[in-house]
């Protein structure tokens, strides 16, 4: 029989719906379920009023960032959309959270509140001069967390 004390426990993962940060949360449903860990699909959103014109026209702006306009009502979308992906992964014990707040101020709120051990995130993150005026959810995530990281290789 193996030895599972040092095994991971609870897992947390965050997504924006992007093709990038679903294989972090496929690469993070397969350790969750190879460890028999809890994973914990994270979703960061900031409320929206905006007609769906105005909404279509700041998505198309923001491009990959576009997750930071839309309302809690796609959030949940996109971890139900992320819940599946990692449970076609392997993840056994699956839950989902669409918090309200900036990315990484939300993962770490939720690594917390989860008592997570693990926190999986992908490497894309803002290139070039508006990466370092703004920083980077993986860099900033990394940086700040009191579990472990794992930054997993999602750009082509």
Not at 51 to 57: M, V, Y
Not at 99 to 115: A, C, D, I, N
């Amino acid at each position: 029989m193996s030895d599972t004390s040092n095994a991971y426990r609870t897992v947390v993962v965050g997504t924006d719906g992007s093709d990038s940060s679903l294989r972090a949360v496929a690469r993070a449903g397969a350790l969750a379920g190879a460890c028999g860990a809890t994973l914990v699909v994270a979703c960061a959103y900031l409320p929206t009023e905006a007609d769906e014109r105005e909404l279509a026209r700041a998505q198309d702006t923001l491009r990959d960032e576009a997750y930071q306009v839309v309302g809690s009502h796609p959030a949940e979308d996109t971890v139900r959309t992320a819940a599946e992906r990692a449970g076609a992964a392997g993840a056994k014990d699956v839950r989902t959270v669409a918090v309200q707040g900036s990315p990484v101020e939300t993962l770490l709120e939720v690594v917390r509140r989860e008592k997570a051990d693990l926190l999986v995130v992908g490497n894309r993150g803002l290139a070039g001069i508006k990466g370092r005026l703004l920083g980077s959810v993986p860099a900033d995530a990394t940086r700040r967390s009191e579990c472990d990281v794992l930054v997993v290789h999602t750009t082509d």
